[in-house]
């Protein structure tokens, strides 16, 4: 079955401290996955894709296949980070394509 | 860059009516939409997908009698939620697909429907 899990559904830090978001994925096919990011009363936004391996805002998030997981990262983490991170999962199927998401984790990052 | 529009952000009905609610790509073409429903701190649930010009594929367990889908073109799509009910009560997000940008997912900002 197709899955994404963030076991996390709160993370809290402190402003420099480093952060990971966990994300474990289940998918038969080729994974392409990515983070994205829910700031307070805005929209759904991409952070990450894992075919870019680019840095944003200074998250990087590397896939590792051999552990299922994509889990996203950062050195220092910054109060303006505090927000909604989804980790979904691209699947294709005959023709169609979906996004599968993970059920979110909220990161608070403390002053 | 990529925007798509959805509109009303906010609507309440009353019970056993349907309401409307369209998702907009302006600025680029979208060959596929994506209809999502979020409950209060839950994650996205996709209900459908429609593709411009053909019927919508529904997720299991999704009633397509209740939620039609319509993407009459690569612009606009349309959730309509027929006979409302105070469970359909939800945050209801659109996605749309660029035509020509692989992986380009861009998401609307929601509309929350209140059915009293």
């Known amino acids: 079955a197709q899955r994404v899990t963030q076991p996390e559904k709160l993370l809290s830090v402190f402003k420099g401290a480093p952060v990971e978001l966990k994300c474990n994925y289940s998918y038969s096919g080729s994974p392409e996955l990515f983070w994205y990011v829910q700031y307070s009363r805005q929209r759904l936004q991409l952070l990450l894709r894992h075919i870019s391996r680019e840095s944003i805002k200074g998250f990087t998030a590397d896939l590792n296949k051999g552990e299922t997981s994509f889990h996203l990262k950062k050195p220092f983490a910054q109060e303006e980070d505090s927000a909604m991170y989804y980790c979904?999962?691209?699947?294709?199927?005959?023709?169609?394509?979906?996004?599968?998401f993970g059920k979110g984790t909220k990161l608070t990052v403390n002053p | 860059g990529a925007v798509v529009s959805q509109h009303p952000s906010r609507v309440i009905c009353k019970s056993g009516t349907s309401v409307k609610i369209e998702c907009r790509s302006l600025d680029f073409q979208a060959t596929t939409m994506f209809w999502y429903r979020q409950f209060p701190k839950q994650s996205l649930m996709l209900m459908a997908t429609?593709?411009?010009?053909?019927?919508?594929?529904?997720e299991q367990g999704v009633e397509k009698d209740k939620f039609l889908i319509n993407h009459a073109s690569l612009t606009l799509s349309t959730l309509t939620v027929t006979s409302a009910h105070p469970e359909d009560s939800s945050f209801y997000i659109c996605?749309?697909?660029?035509?020509?940008?692989?992986?380009?997912?861009?998401f609307g900002s929601g509309t929350r429907l209140t059915v009293v």
């Open positions: 996605s749309a697909r660029r035509v020509s940008v692989n992986y380009g997912y861009t």
């Open positions: 979904a999962l691209r699947i294709t199927q005959g023709g169609s394509e979906k996004l599968v």
């Open positions: 429609s593709n411009e010009g053909s019927k919508a594929t529904y």
